[in-house]
């Protein structure tokens, strides 16, 4: 009889598959070659031989890193180091190709006393984008983040030190980095790795993805960019021109918009300069 399972992770030929609340050691038949198999992929596997017979079809795959079946990245920001918007907002994009949900979360909000959190959401709240404010450190609204990740394969995406490590520690409530038996809550082994894996939670999954802040844009082409943008389409009909892509043509009623703050001038100004980033590379290509 065959069962479904959840690949959470896929070293040297052999793939670790999250069955029914257990975790077993598989191999594929050979009429799947080794790369073909992912980290998040939704498999049959025969329980009795170990050995995994279907692959289901994905909603999503990445190359970098290597998953499938991704629901949601959580974007980490934080008032240190400064947050890089732009790299938010490409990883939001990223995100949005991929039919993932971006969630932005700002951590370390107890070191917050500028209130960066408060005007970061308020460039993205015409994005319906969710926003969450934590603090990895004092366990602030972790609970509401623990809530966010229920039912689906989740992983973490940001700059260096913002504290996604942290914030995974907080929510498994121990030390992921640490080399040794782990809490049993995460039925994982005993060892570490930097291969992509995927940690089983109670009704979630969260995703150890390194180099996750390294998605691109390539494959998007500059005059679809604006589809990306949700605060757009409430303007983009009475732009004088239908091809407009709200940059420089006259009478355009998005960059109106902006310059009124009726959506957010700062990620309109980061769109233009995305968007002429884009333009100048497939310019050449």
Do not use: W
Request: aromatic share 8%.
């Amino acid at each position: 009889m065959l069962k479904k399972g959840t690949v959470t992770k896929c070293i040297a030929g052999k793939f670790t598959v999250f069955v029914e609340g257990t975790l077993i050691e598989c191999y594929a038949r050979k009429k799947f070659k080794k790369e073909q198999l992912l980290a998040g992929d939704i498999v049959e596997i025969d329980d009795q031989n170990c050995v995994i017979e279907n692959i289901l079809p994905r909603k999503n795959k990445l190359i970098r890193p290597p998953i499938a079946n991704i629901d949601r990245i959580i974007i980490v920001v934080s008032c240190v180091p400064y947050v890089d918007l732009h790299l938010v907002d490409k990883l939001i994009i990223a995100a949005k190709i991929n039919q993932i949900e971006p969630v932005l979360c700002f951590n370390k909000v107890d070191l917050d006393n500028d209130d960066l959190a408060k005007k970061i959401q308020n460039q993205y709240k015409q994005s319906n984008i969710r926003f969450i404010q934590v603090s990895a450190k004092t366990g602030y609204n972790i609970d509401k983040l623990i809530q966010i990740l229920k039912g689906g394969i989740n992983c973490f995406a940001g700059q260096s030190a913002v504290g996604k490590s942290s914030l995974i520690n907080a929510i498994l409530g121990c030390d992921y980095s640490i080399v040794g038996d782990l809490s049993q809550k995460i039925l994982r082994g005993k060892n570490t790795t930097r291969h992509t894996e995927i940690i089983s939670l109670d009704d979630y999954y969260v995703a150890d993805t390194p180099g996750f802040n390294l998605l691109e844009l390539d494959n998007l082409e500059y005059n679809k960019l604006k589809d990306y943008y949700v605060e757009f389409n409430q303007y983009k009909n009475d732009c004088k021109f239908s091809s407009c892509a709200h940059i420089n043509k006259p009478q355009c009623s998005v960059k109106q918009a902006a310059n009124e703050d009726k959506i957010s001038k700062e990620r309109y100004l980061r769109y233009i300069d995305i968007y002429s980033d884009l333009k100048k590379e497939q310019s050449y290509t």
